[in-house]
Every structure is written in structure tokens, then in C-alpha cells.
Nanobody
Framework: QVPLVESGGGLVQAGGSLRLSCAAS????????MAWFRQAPGKEREFVAA????????YYARYVKGRFAISRDNPKNTMYLQMNSLNPEDTAVYYC?????????????WGQGTQVTVAS
């Protein structure tokens, strides 16, 4: 089990920025690749970004590349998502996820999500 807790969501104006955090419990955080997903109302959950165990490798969905940045701090058991140039289409519940395999489309552990709302 890898309990994950997201934070940092909120309401922001279009063009603004937010930084999401994902805190993990336990002593094995560095053994897991991590990712962010999001789900907008009425839509399926979609991939946002992923990061390898050490942070040396990252990849992004095309619709956030150049605007979002994923990072991690293993000693703090925390992953981040810096979101810049936000637009209303970024409004969604954002979830962090963990899996021992990287890269992968399937993630084993999930947080409860944090709401991000971008006002036009």
C-alpha cells in the first residue's frame, strides 16, 4: 500500500498558476514511479504527466507539455505538479498515482484527488 494525498488545488484565473503536491506515506516512495491524471466533469480520466523513480525521466501529455512541470523530492516523499498558463480546459479533479513500473499506462495506487478550477 502507498497512501497518497493530494493538495494545492483551488480556484485560479485563466493565465494563472498553481502547484499541486502529492504526499506519500511509508519509506518506499523512491521505489515508485509517479504520475498525475485528471478528470473533468463528464469526461474520462486522462493522463497528464509521469516521472521516474529518481526524477531523471519525465513525460507529458501533449495538451500540457510546455505549461506543466512534474517533479519529485524523494527525501520528502512528495511529488509536485507546477501548472502555468492555466486555461478553463484544465479544470478537473487532479489525481496522483504510483506504480513500481515505468513507463506504464497502468497505475496501482491512487490518491483521492484535488479540485482545480480555472475561471475565464
Amino acid at each position: 500500500q502507498v497512501p497518497l494525498v493530494e493538495s494545492g488545488g483551488g480556484l485560479v484565473q485563466a493565465g494563472g498558476s498553481l502547484r499541486l503536491s502529492c504526499a506519500a506515506s511509508g519509506r518506499t516512495f523512491s521505489s515508485y514511479a509517479m504520475a498525475w491524471f485528471r478528470q473533468a466533469p463528464g469526461k474520462e480520466r486522462e493522463f497528464v504527466a509521469a516521472i521516474s523513480w529518481t526524477g531523471a525521466s519525465t513525460y507529458y501529455a501533449r495538451y500540457v507539455k510546455g505549461r506543466f512541470a512534474i517533479s519529485r523530492d524523494n527525501p520528502k516523499n512528495t511529488m509536485y505538479l507546477q501548472m502555468n498558463s492555466l486555461n478553463p480546459e484544465d479544470t478537473a479533479v487532479y489525481y496522483c498515482a504510483a506504480n513500481a513500473v515505468y513507463p506504464t499506462k497502468d497505475y496501482e495506487y491512487w490518491g483521492q484527488g484535488t479540485q482545480v478550477t480555472v475561471a475565464s
